[in-house]
Antibody, heavy 117, light 106 residues
Framework: LQLQESGPGLVKPSETLSLTCAVS??????????WAWIRQPPGKGLEWIGD???????SYTPSLKSRLTISVDTSTDQFSLRLSSVTAADTAIYYC??????????WGQGTMVTISS | DILVTQSPSTLSASVGDRVTITCRTS??????LAWYQQKPGQAPKLLIY???DLATGVPSRFSGRGSGTEFTLIISSLQPDDFATYYC?????????FGQGTRVEL
């Protein structure tokens, strides 16, 4: 299994942050798992921000729910994150992660996103 | 929301030491707790799930104990490769959360 995040490394304040995670390998597991986004501000801890099933059922952390959309494209084996109206507080490494049951068992390498004008 | 308290935040230790990290939750999570290890510049790695089950490939010097609201991660004999930050992650309801992390340093 490989998880590869992609997207711009720099986003202006008030704009929308868009990231994509490409899932490759282990095709048999896609429908078994949920697929999550976790972020980590520089020098700080981990924050689950949301996840989605391959059927498109999404869950979001309450603090970001009004600004956040997670979607899945099963035809391309990609899932995406859109976070609107970003501020400097959204600066972080964003990880895409496989979520099975109650644990995050496989992580992408992460992509750093900086919010700055 | 469930509150998670991980302690200590920093732990100074030497190679060969026995290391214990504690994670407490504000509500019972039964055995639904995992531990992760993160090295600088790397993504976290799953160490232990369901409080005490070792993830694939994790050395046996790592062990987890506890249930309900109090859990421990134990490294029986600290190795050079173990200097890292460790996070607990309880699972309760629909919103996973993480402890604040414990940095294990020399």
């Amino acid at each position: 299994l490989q998880l590869q995040e992609s997207g711009p490394g720099l986003v202006k304040p008030s704009e929308t942050l868009s990231l994509t995670c490409a899932v490759s390998g282990d095709s048999a597991s896609r429908n078994t798992y949920r697929w999550a986004w976790i972020r980590q501000p520089p020098g700080k801890g981990l924050e689950w921000i949301g996840d989605i099933s391959y059927s498109g059922s999404a869950s979001y952390t309450p603090s970001l729910k009004s600004r956040l959309t997670i979607s899945v494209d099963t035809s391309t084996d990609q899932f995406s994150l859109r976070l609107s109206s970003v501020t400097a507080a959204d600066t972080a490494i964003y990880y895409c992660v496989r979520f099975y049951g109650s644990v995050f068992d496989f992580w992408g390498q992460g992509t750093m996103v900086t919010i700055s004008s | 929301d469930i509150l998670v308290t991980q302690s200590p935040s920093t732990l100074s230790a030497s190679v060969g030491d026995r290391v214990t990290i504690t994670c407490r939750t504000s509500q019972s999570v039964r055995s639904w707790l995992a531990w992760y290890q993160q090295k600088p510049g790397q993504a976290p790695k799953l160490l232990i799930y369901r409080a005490s089950d070792l993830a694939t490939g994790v050395p046996s010097r790592f062990s987890g104990r506890g249930s309900g609201t109090e859990f421990t991660l134990i490294i029986s004999s600290l190795q050079p490769d173990d200097f890292a930050t460790y996070y607990c992650q309880p699972f309760h309801g629909d919103s996973p959360t993480f402890g604040q992390g414990t940095r294990v340093e020399l």
